[in-house]
């Protein structure tokens, strides 16, 4: 027997989905879940209804356009009850308050009421505590599952910057010093997140030569925990911009159209506020000939505008407490809150424009280029004729100019042809050279 409740409401067809959609957002916002079957009238009784080849996602689409923000989890389902179809929908959120067509509403035992102002205001209050709930999830994973080599390198930067006064020991006692495990010793969401070596995250980073989106692109998906994802986000995007040559005195110094400080704190922020435990959604860095897009998951807080953020007329308001505190202290974070400021103010002093747009779905910061970076003829030199394979040999030669090349293949993963002629091709563009013997010498990167 069906009956309703605080999270189980009863629609006998489709032709109620507005207000099934309402009734979401009050389930959500009483309890953070909520279940709707449709085919089923309020006392029970199994009407069924016809689900044909677009159902699924026309109630998808309603959903998605008029419940906001988007709820973590939402899945649709047909079952058969008594030979009859019925259409189940479970939604799953915790960034309360939800809006469903643009009104806020609350579950008062089986019925919806509207939310008054005074109701309205307290769920802003409590939005920043609940943010935090999902890093605090146990996991099934344990100390043995974390890369110990990044835990300890996170040990030892936040002594050197002075912001930890503790020596490492063994990664239990580390995790536990960082608020990472459990009562029962396993690892929380934010410690998997951070350190997990299970590959729990999953990034997209794409380059077009256009302004949209082609099949001619590259297109390429990473996995890892939060630490090896920002490396690898903050190296493609490095890679993948424009550099101008100055020759000052004998020296060539290299100026990027995009300020790499920049960069960095865009990058660092999107997985400092990324809303990790929505499905279906991913952190994602996209090259156009004219802009730079990245994007994560999950609005700022409360709609709060970036630049009361750089202003200070705002505090930081953290989605992920634990996580933020850690890429604090691995020195990732400098002070919670000026990230946008250094940004602002180092793009202005270099020219470079940017805009961003803060929504249900996430936010999105874009750096516009530089057409006279892209049109540079010395600049034509340094980036057309060389790839990311030659960025990435001489990041590691100036690293530790005594490399071999077996060292070098194993490093960036290419076989030791591959690397032999990269060399070659920096050689004669001038950009490295070796200095005494093949066994005794050493690489050095001229600038």
């Not at 643009?102 to 579950?107: E, K, L, P, V």
């Not at 709930?133 to 990044?150: A, G, H, K, Q």
């Not at 297109?219 to 100055?246: D, P, R, T, V, W």
């Not at 034509?380 to 071999?404: F, G, P, Q, V």
Request: aromatic residues 10%.
């Amino acid at each position: 027997m069906y009956k309703e409740n605080e999270f189980i409401e009863l629609k006998k067809s489709l032709s109620q989905l507005k207000e099934g959609v309402i009734s979401m957002s009050s389930m959500l916002n009483k309890g953070g879940k909520g279940i709707i079957y449709f085919g089923i009238n309020d006392d029970g009784r199994i009407y069924g209804l016809t689900s044909g080849k677009k159902t699924k996602s026309e109630i998808a689409n309603e959903i998605n356009n008029n419940l906001k923000p988007r709820p973590i989890n939402i899945s649709i389902e047909d079952s058969e009850v008594d030979g009859k179809t019925i259409i189940i929908v479970r939604v799953e959120g915790n960034d309360t308050p939800y809006s469903a067509y643009g009104r806020y509403y609350i579950r008062l035992d089986d019925a919806d009421i509207q939310m008054q102002q005074h109701e309205l205001q307290h769920f802003f209050e409590r939005k920043e505590e609940n943010y935090s709930s999902w890093e605090n999830e146990e996991t099934s994973l344990t100390v043995e599952d974390v890369n110990e080599e990044l835990l300890i390198d996170c040990i030892r930067t936040a002594n050197e910057k002075g912001r930890l006064n503790y020596v490492y020991r063994n990664s239990f006692e580390a995790l536990t010093k960082l608020g990472l495990l459990s009562d029962n010793g396993h690892l929380n969401k934010a410690g998997e997140f951070l350190f997990g070596n299970n590959k729990p995250l999953k990034i997209k980073e794409a380059n077009f030569p256009t302004d949209t989106r082609t099949d001619f692109g590259e297109i390429k998906e990473f996995k890892g925990n939060i630490i090896e994802c920002i490396k690898e986000a903050i190296s493609y995007l490095q890679n993948h911009i424009s550099y101008k040559s100055n020759i000052v005195g004998i020296q060539r110094e290299e100026t990027p159209e995009i300020p790499l400080l920049a960069i960095r704190e865009i990058v660092i922020n999107s997985f400092a506020h990324c809303s990790y435990a929505r499905t279906g959604d991913n952190i994602s860095f996209t090259v156009f000939k004219s802009q730079i897009k990245i994007y994560n998951p999950g609005s700022i807080y409360n709609d709060i505008d970036p630049v009361r953020f750089a202003s200070g007329s705002v505090g930081s308001k953290i989605r992920n407490l634990l996580i933020s505190q850690t890429l604090f202290y691995y020195g990732y974070i400098d002070a919670f809150g000026t990230g946008f400021d250094r940004t602002f103010t180092v793009c202005a002093n270099n020219g470079v424009e940017y805009k961003y747009n803060n929504d249900e779905l996430g936010f999105t910061f874009i750096f516009k280029r530089k057409q006279n970076f892209l049109n540079d003829k010395i600049n034509d030199k340094i980036n057309d004729k060389i790839d990311s394979i030659d960025r990435s040999i001489m990041e590691i030669i100036l690293e530790n100019k005594y490399i071999t090349i077996p060292e070098l293949a194993s490093s960036i993963k290419k076989s030791e042809p591959t690397i032999h002629r990269h060399l070659d091709h920096l050689s004669e563009l001038n950009m490295i050279r070796r200095v005494g013997s093949r066994k005794t010498g050493y690489w050095e990167v001229i600038k």
